[in-house]
C-alpha cells in the first residue's frame, strides 16, 4: 500500500495503524517512511505518539524509517539494483510464504539537507508529544542516525 501512486494506500494504513488487530506495526513503519511525504501519515503517526499508542517494543523498528531507511524487497523489479543483497542483514526478514526476504536500508542516494530537515522536524514534533522513554531514546537514535547522513562539505585550500 505504502507503493501505491500519489499516496493512495495512506488512508488504509492508517485505518491499520488504529487497528488493535495484526499489521499495526507494519502500517506504523510504512506511515513513518511516508510521513515527509504525505501530511496524512505524518499527522496519523503524531496523533498514535501523541495518544500514547505505540507500544516501547515498536519504536525500534520505527528508528531507522524515520532517519530515512526504507523498506526493500529482494529481487523486486521495483527496487533499483543498488539496494540488492538484503539477504545477509541484520535488519532482513524472510517470510516463508511466497518466499519473500525484505530489509530496511538508506536509499541508494544521499538525502538532501531538506529531506533531512524535514526528518529533524518530524522527530521534534514526535518528542514534543510524547513522554514516553522507549519512544524519546528511539527519536534520539534516529536524529543520530540522521547526523551520519547529513551532507559533508569539503573545504578546498587554493
Given at each position: 500500500m505504502a507503493e501505491l501512486p500519489d499516496g493512495a494506500g495512506v488512508p488504509a494504513l492508517?485505518?491499520?495503524?488504529?487497528?488493535?488487530?495484526?499489521?499495526?506495526?507494519?502500517a506504523l513503519e510504512m506511515l513513518a517512511q511516508l510521513s515527509t511525504q504525505y501530511p496524512d501519515a505524518r499527522a496519523a503517526l503524531v496523533e498514535q505518539a501523541r495518544a500514547n499508542k505505540i507500544s516501547p517494543n515498536m519504536w525500534p523498528y520505527l528508528t531507522p524509517l524515520l532517519a530515512g531507511d526504507l523498506y526493500h524487497y529482494q529481487d523486486s523489479a521495483f527496487d533499483s539494483p543498488a539496494a540488492a543483497t538484503g539477504r545477509n542483514r541484520s535488519n532482513s526478514a524472510h517470510v516463508v510464504l511466497g518466499n519473500q526476504y525484505f530489509y530496511t536500508a538508506p536509499v541508494a542516494a544521499v538525502l538532501t539537507t531538506e529531506e533531512i530537515n524535514q526528518r529533524l522536524a518530524l522527530i521534534d514534533e514526535l518528542q514534543s508529544v510524547t513522554s514516553d522513554p522507549p519512544a524519546l531514546k528511539a527519536l534520539d537514535k534516529s536524529r543520530e542516525l540522521l547526523g551520519w547522513r547529513q551532507p559533508q562539505t569539503v573545504a578546498v585550500s587554493p
Open positions: 492508517i485505518n491499520m495503524a488504529q487497528a488493535t488487530s495484526g499489521g499495526r506495526l507494519n
